[in-house]
């Protein structure tokens, strides 16, 4: 499997309940790498280019007025199937049918305050990350356990 990126965004909620440190946690713990963070009210603009997919959905204005209502903790995280694995950690859109063990299963309330968003595919990710972060926010480096990780 190639290594790959992904986006994840920590919304309102999480970083105002104070859960950003057990998220990151989470996506450390797993092994992924950090290339990008950074916290963020979004404008309306970005908020309606992010949940552009939505936009003739009735639940679209919800979407914009939530994801500009406080900070954000946008991150880019890279590692072998990240995008799928970042899904399953995350859980499902809906609290109630997320596992336990899940991100929205341990911690999000309903679907409107489900905790964090994680882009659903390789399109959707490379679009995220170039919405969000510009080229020169992503840092690569190599962690100091790399040769142990690619035996």
């Not at 280019?49 to 890279?78: C, D, N």
């Not at 899940?102 to 489900?114: H, Q, S, V, Y």
Request: glycine share 10%; net charge negative.
């Amino acid at each position: 499997m190639d290594v790959e990126r992904t986006f994840l965004a920590i919304k309102p909620d999480g970083v105002q309940r104070g859960l950003v440190g057990e998220i990151l946690a989470r996506f450390e713990r797993k092994g992924f790498k950090l290339v990008a963070l950074k916290q963020l009210i979004p404008s309306k603009e970005l908020a309606e280019q992010h949940y552009g997919v939505h936009k003739e959905r009735p639940f679209f204005e919800g979407l914009v007025h939530f994801i500009t209502s406080g900070p954000v903790v946008a991150m880019v995280w890279e590692g072998e199937g990240v995008i799928a694995s970042a899904r399953k950690i995350i859980g499902s859109t809906k609290p109630l049918e997320a596992d336990p063990g899940t991100i929205r299963g341990d911690l999000a309330i309903n679907i409107g305050r489900n905790v964090i968003h994680g882009s659903d595919g390789p399109e959707t990710a490379a679009f995220e990350i170039g919405l969000w972060f510009s080229s020169s926010e992503l840092i690569d480096w190599r962690p100091s356990d790399y040769a142990w990780r690619v035996e």
